[in-house]
C-alpha cells in the first residue's frame, strides 16, 4: 500500500490564470482524494499532488477535459517528486518565476448565471452593474502584471467585505478565488456627472441615464474596456447629434440591444450570426438589415447592414433594460483618436460630445475596442479583432524567433512572437495623432512585460524608425 502512494507535480501552461482553474483543480484532487496544492506562478500553473497512483492518472486524464470552459491548456509537464505528507489538497499563495510564460485571459461577457443574480430581487446583487464570477467578467483590461492575483488587477483597491471574502475562500462558491469579486457593500460604484463635473443627485444614476438616453442626450458610459457614447438608435434627432459633435459623418456605428428578440425587429440573424453573438466574446456583428425597421436610417447610412451586439456587462443590461429597441454604442472618442479610458480624459476629450457621463471607479488598464466579425462562407471572418478575444494568441505551425511586428499606419495592429504562439493586440487605429502613437507604444510595452517578450527582430514599414519600439 505505501509503495503505491506517490507524488507527482505538474506544470500547466496556457490560459490558466482568472478561469477558475485553481478551484476547478482543488475540486478534482478532493474528488479523488488526493492531498497537496495548486498554485498560480509567472509561468502557469503548478499542481503537487500525492496520493494512489491509480488515482494520480485518472485526475492527470481528468485535467485537460474537464478544465472549465476559459481556460486552454497548451502544454502539461509531469515530474515524479519525494512524497510529503500532505494532509489535505490547499490553494496556496502565488509565486514568481522568472520566466514568464502564462497566457493572459481575455475579457468576456457577463454569464448567465450572473445575469439571473443580477435581475432576481431575493439576491443580494440585485442591479448592482458589476457582478462577475470566475467564468465570465474584466480580465485583460484589469490586469497590471501577473501572476493574475487581485493586488494585480486594478481591483486591488476594493477590499472585500465579510460575505464577499467567505464567498472567494468557498471551493464550493461560483466566486472561489475570482479575483474581481465585489458586491454593492464593497466594490466599485457608478455615478452620473453634467459635462461640467457636475455630479447628477439621484438615487439611481443608472435608471437616471436610461430617462436622459430616451430624452434625445447623448451619454458618455464608462464600460469594460473604455468609454462608449450612447443615444437611442431610433432618434434620428439624437444620432445626428451624435454624429455632427464626433465629426463622423457616414460611418456606420454599432447598435447594442438587449437580447436576440430585439435585434430580430432590426436584421435579418442567421444561426450562425446567433451563435457569434450570443458567445462568451459578444462581438459586433455584421447583420444584413430588415427593411423598414425601428433604427434610424442615420445609424448606417447607405449601408446595407447594422453592426448590433448584445448587452457583454452588467451594466449594459441595467441599462438596456428600460425599454429601448437599441442604443447606438459607438467608441468614445473623437474621429481617429483611441478611446477614453480615464475619467479625467474623459471628461476633457468628450465634453464637447457628451451631454452626461455615467462613469465608474475601476480603473481600466489598457483600453480594448469592440471587436467586429461577419460570417462568411461558413466561417467567422474578423473585421477588428479586439475585446473579448485578444490576447488569446494565434498558434503557428513552428516555433519563430521573438519578433515584433509593428503593423500598417492605417487601422493599426501590433504583434508579438514567441515560440509557437503570435500574439496581436487589440485594435489600436490610425496613427496619425499623438494620442494614437502613445497607445501604439504603451500597448507594445505591456504586451511585452505580461509575455515576457524581448523581441529580436523588428518588422515595419520603411519609414517607420522602430528605434522606440526595442
Wanted: hydrophobic share 35%; aromatic share 8%; charged share 25%.
Amino acid at each position: 500500500m505505501a509503495s503505491s502512494w506517490v507524488a507527482r507535480r505538474m506544470e500547466v501552461n496556457g490560459i490558466v490564470q482568472g478561469v477558475g482553474f485553481r478551484p476547478f483543480v482543488y475540486q478534482l484532487a478532493n474528488q479523488y482524494r488526493l492531498t497537496g496544492e495548486v498554485a498560480n506562478t509567472s509561468s502557469g500553473v503548478v499542481i503537487h499532488v500525492e496520493g494512489p497512483q491509480n488515482n494520480i492518472e485518472s485526475f492527470s486524464a481528468d485535467l485537460p477535459r474537464k478544465c472549465p470552459p476559459l481556460a486552454r491548456i497548451t502544454q502539461i509537464s509531469l515530474h515524479h517528486e519525494p512524497v510529503k505528507d500532505f494532509k489535505e489538497f490547499s490553494i496556496t499563495a502565488s509565486g514568481d518565476t522568472a520566466l514568464m510564460s502564462t497566457l493572459i485571459p481575455p475579457d468576456v461577457s457577463i454569464c448567465d448565471p450572473c445575469r439571473q443574480e443580477l435581475f432576481d430581487p431575493e439576491d443580494r446583487r440585485f442591479g448592482y452593474p458589476f457582478i462577475n464570477c470566475t467564468n465570465c467578467g474584466p480580465r485583460y483590461t484589469i490586469i497590471d502584471d501577473i501572476p493574475y492575483d487581485r493586488p494585480k488587477t486594478s481591483m486591488k483597491h476594493f477590499k472585500m467585505c465579510p460575505i464577499c471574502q467567505a464567498e472567494y475562500d468557498n471551493p464550493g462558491n461560483r466566486r472561489f478565488h475570482a479575483q474581481p469579486n465585489a458586491c454593492q457593500d464593497c466594490g466599485p460604484q457608478v455615478s452620473l456627472f453634467d459635462r461640467d463635473r457636475n455630479k447628477i443627485n439621484t438615487s439611481n444614476p443608472i435608471e437616471k441615464t436610461a430617462t436622459l438616453l430616451k430624452q434625445g442626450c447623448i451619454i458618455a458610459i464608462k464600460g469594460l474596456g473604455g468609454f462608449h457614447l450612447a443615444v437611442d438608435a431610433g432618434n434620428t434627432d439624437a444620432v445626428a447629434a451624435l454624429r455632427e459633435r464626433k465629426n463622423r459623418e457616414e460611418k456606420p456605428m454599432a447598435v447594442m440591444s438587449f437580447d436576440m428578440e430585439h435585434i430580430r425587429k432590426y436584421a435579418v440573424v442567421e444561426p450562425a450570426e446567433e451563435e457569434l453573438l450570443t458567445s462568451i466574446q459578444h462581438p459586433i456583428v455584421l447583420l444584413e438589415k430588415i427593411e423598414p425597421n425601428p433604427i434610424s436610417e442615420l445609424v448606417s447610412p447607405g449601408n446595407r447592414y447594422f453592426g448590433a451586439m448584445l448587452p457583454y456587462t452588467p451594466l449594459h443590461y441595467l441599462i438596456l433594460r428600460h425599454g429601448f429597441i437599441a442604443l447606438v454604442m459607438t467608441s468614445g472618442n473623437l474621429s481617429e483618436e483611441p478611446i477614453a479610458i480615464d475619467n479625467e480624459d474623459a471628461f476633457r476629450r468628450l465634453s464637447g460630445i457628451a451631454d452626461y457621463f455615467l462613469i465608474h471607479n475601476r480603473d481600466i488598464y489598457l483600453r480594448s475596442d469592440d471587436s467586429i466579425v461577419r460570417e462568411s462562407a461558413g466561417d467567422t471572418r474578423f473585421i477588428r479583432r479586439s475585446r473579448g478575444y485578444v490576447p488569446v494568441p494565434v498558434f503557428l505551425k513552428k516555433a519563430v524567433p521573438p519578433i515584433l511586428a509593428c503593423g500598417a499606419e492605417l487601422k493599426n495592429t501590433v504583434c508579438l512572437t514567441k515560440k509557437n504562439q503570435a500574439f496581436l493586440s487589440q485594435h489600436i487605429g490610425d496613427l496619425e495623432n499623438l494620442s494614437a502613437y502613445e497607445f501604439f507604444i504603451s500597448t507594445i510595452e505591456h504586451m511585452k512585460q505580461l509575455l515576457d517578450i524581448s523581441p529580436e527582430i523588428v518588422a515595419y514599414d520603411r519609414y517607420f524608425t522602430g528605434d522606440c519600439c526595442l
